[in-house]
């Protein structure tokens, strides 16, 4: 059973500060998904990642992917207050066929910018 | 900017009833799937939909539920005797793809239900 483990659960950070949540999955993937969800919304897609060492940028978010070690990072540089919400990463797995979309989610990061 | 739209956005339904939640994807996606999120739980995958047929689906997607495709836009997700464990949001997605270049996930903003 794929199990995909984010940390931290809780992220308290003031404006202007660096920071990383980490995804850590466990089973051979090269797909992992970051997606950002605000109090009550929906889910919104932010990165696609499709191979070991891919990384996109959008903003002041960077997503990273390391498929050996299993793990993805999505690094918060210079915080606004903006960037306040629910973030989940998901994993597709590996097994190909009919497992296209179906995404095991972490637990999410609930991340809060202060002044 | 399309987008994949969901009806109702909450129902409140006694246990025991039916419930359809209804979803219509983004109109060139071929690729359709329900996710549920349990409030303050993470969000869990409940079946995916292809070609008119179910390509796979999770434990929780048990007899009660069923999925349909009754026309060339619409996607709806049954649930035959509701519980009250059955309260969530429900999450309707969608994706143009199935191989995974570039493959995005689209998800609608939820309908919301509560079984009393």
């Known amino acids: 059973e794929l199990k995909v483990e984010q940390n931290p659960l809780f992220l308290s950070m003031q404006e202007g500060k660096n920071y990383t949540i980490y995804c850590n999955y466990s089973t051979t993937s090269d797909r992992l998904y970051w997606y950002r969800q605000d109090p009550g919304k929906s889910l919104e897609s932010l990165f696609v990642l499709l191979s070991n060492g891919a990384v996109k940028q959008e903003g002041r978010l960077m997503a990273s992917l390391d498929t050996k070690a299993r793990l993805s990072t999505l690094h918060i540089t210079a915080a606004v207050h903006d960037l306040s919400a629910t973030y989940f990463c998901?994993?597709?797995?590996?097994?190909?066929?009919?497992?296209?979309?179906?995404?095991?989610f972490g637990q999410g990061t609930i991340l809060t910018v202060h002044p | 900017e399309p987008e994949v739209t969901q009806t109702p956005s909450h129902q409140v339904t006694q246990m025991g009833q039916e419930v359809i939640l209804r979803c219509v994807p983004i109109?060139?996606?071929?690729?359709f799937y329900w996710y549920r999120q349990i409030l303050g739980q993470k969000v869990e995958f409940l079946v995916s939909f292809y070609n008119n047929e179910i390509s796979e689906k999770s434990e929780i997607f048990d007899d009660q539920f069923s999925v349909e495709r009754p026309d060339g836009s619409n996607f709806t997700l049954k649930i035959r005797s509701t519980k009250l464990e059955d309260s969530a949001m429900y999450f309707c997605a969608s994706s143009e793809y199935a191989v995974s270049s570039g493959n995005t996930i689209y998800f609608g903003e939820g309908s919301w239900l509560t079984v009393v």
């Open positions: 109109s060139n996606h071929l690729y």
């Open positions: 998901a994993v597709e797995p590996n097994a190909g066929g009919t497992s296209y979309g179906k995404l095991t």
